[in-house]
């Protein structure tokens, strides 16, 4: 019986250590799932057809608008978590505008249109009514 107790402590010890590192891997295969599927979304058709550069006209003048405006309707406190732009209208039907890679961290996070709860629960996320993440002049890239 003691015999029988010390492996399941020993198999409960081992998975309370394995835990974190198992639904970090979890987490990466996810995302490498999403990345792809972003690609695939894409590459699949020129951007003209998919509507990727009407997307990338769009984020330029909006982030234009809002440097030269200084944010003006950055005074809610919860205007953040709604995105502007709904994606979908783009081609891109999981909410994903881009991802974000730390190299030496090993981290790559897709990037989500609004912060809300559920975003930041999926990955990073862009708060509204600041500059789009598109790089460029007056940009937070």
């Not at 998975?15 to 891997?25: C, E, R």
Request: a negative charge; aromatic letters at 10%; one cysteine or more.
């Amino acid at each position: 019986m003691v015999c029988l107790l010390g492996v399941v402590l020993l198999v409960a010890g081992g998975g309370v250590l394995l835990y974190p590192k198992f639904t970090a891997w979890r987490y990466a295969q996810g995302v490498e799932k999403q990345k792809e599927t972003f690609l695939q979304q894409a590459e699949g058709e020129s951007p003209k057809d998919h509507g990727l550069e009407e997307l990338y006209q769009r984020l330029q003048e909006e982030n234009r608008q809002l440097f030269e405006g200084h944010q003006p309707q950055l005074t809610d406190p919860f205007s953040y978590e709604t995105s502007a732009l709904d994606l979908s209208q783009y081609g891109l039907e999981d909410g994903i505008i881009g991802f974000l890679s730390a190299e030496k961290m090993g981290v790559e996070l897709p990037i989500y249109l609004g912060a809300s709860q559920e975003h930041l629960a999926l990955g990073a996320a862009h708060m509204t009514q600041t500059s789009y993440p598109i790089g460029g002049d007056n940009t937070n890239c």
